[in-house]
């Protein structure tokens, strides 16, 4: 990738987040708040889709005690033409085919357009239902990489890797690794001096090594055998 | 303080966060999505306070095209009256008094009944503004050091702290303090086991030193000079 310095195309301003019902709230606001900071001094718009304009809670169950609820600005079906920059987060709402159908379906119809597609922890494996991980590097999270890698067999999943970039893909590990693979996105688009400047100013100490993942072997994940291509 | 395997005191159950519009988005879903897994064990409430039942966005314009919302379970008026643990976050919506002068009345309101009170970020300016950090010792954001300190001047400020404890008041420094001192919360309520159980789950690595504050320096925030008591 070239590095913006010597990169003569614009770094992408419209972005959009897919939200779903049982969506972690880390992996959504853990990137969006650094993306916040950044639309003060670039001019970056925001789309928040869901299958309804109904508000999206952090639990698929509405009568949970705990959890926040959170407006979406557009449906998938009024959902902006000119998205650039997709976020898929995970969730324990992941689990439920039926619950993220309209968000595959989502992903599966918009990825062409994109220039870039983020996954954060479960959400590659909601990204994988669609194919298009399919003969593509990928990690996602380590505690459910069991489960999350089953929902795509024919990616090459990267079991020790904080974040992993192919093509125009970038994905990340469980939850607290969608900080880190947020400030690499920025690094690489709007320089890394902007990343750890936002970083500073909230106190973050970044991981800027993708490969840096103590929660591999922390969960007992191991590389699987290349797959025959 | 008692550590969770001596104490008698059963942990708290019930908590609220404090909004207003233009809070920091990672200020309040940092601490949070600890806590939404904490709750998937261990039977916890959640009350999301504001003004009014408006859904409150992370900017203070509506007109900004780059924010979120988030739904308020009730207002300062009708909220419970045995919240236990009350979360206050920071973020540029604090640096305007009207903005935030019915979040600022209702924590002067409550404090006397609560069990703890957590701060994160600017959220310490806000709540020095009642008073009730006065003469105790407490934290805040070091990028935003000179002007949250300003809006308390009778507290003992910490330069170089990740996190503070004083009484039933722990306070955070900037924004992505916020998780640390919310494990080191969960750790004292309901033993570390649990906290680094649920950090691992994250894939998040945990500051657990208090005094381990790189951003003291890089702000140029020194310790003020001892004030008269």
Redesign the interface.
Known sequence: MASPSTSTTPPPTK?AVVLFPGF???D???P??I??TL?RTH????S?LAATMD?VS??TSDA????????PTHTFATAPSDIEVLLVPGGSGTRDAANIAPAVQFVADVFPQLQYLVTVCTGSALVAKTGVLNGRRATT???AWTWATSQGPAVHWVAKARWVTDGKIWSS?????GIDVTYAFVAAMYGDDMAQELA??????R?TDASND??AE??GVVQPQPQPE
Do not use: H, M
């Not at 001019?43 to 925001?46: E, G, K, R, V, Y």
């Not at 949970?64 to 407006?71: D, G, T, V």
């Open positions: 972005y972690q709230a880390l959504v606001f853990g969006l708040d993306l916040n639309s001019p970056l718009s925001l928040l508000p952090t639990n949970s005690a705990f959890s926040e609820a959170i407006l999270n380590k505690k590990s469980g939850v607290a690794a500073d100013g909230v106190e973050y100490v991981n103590p929660f922390r969960w």
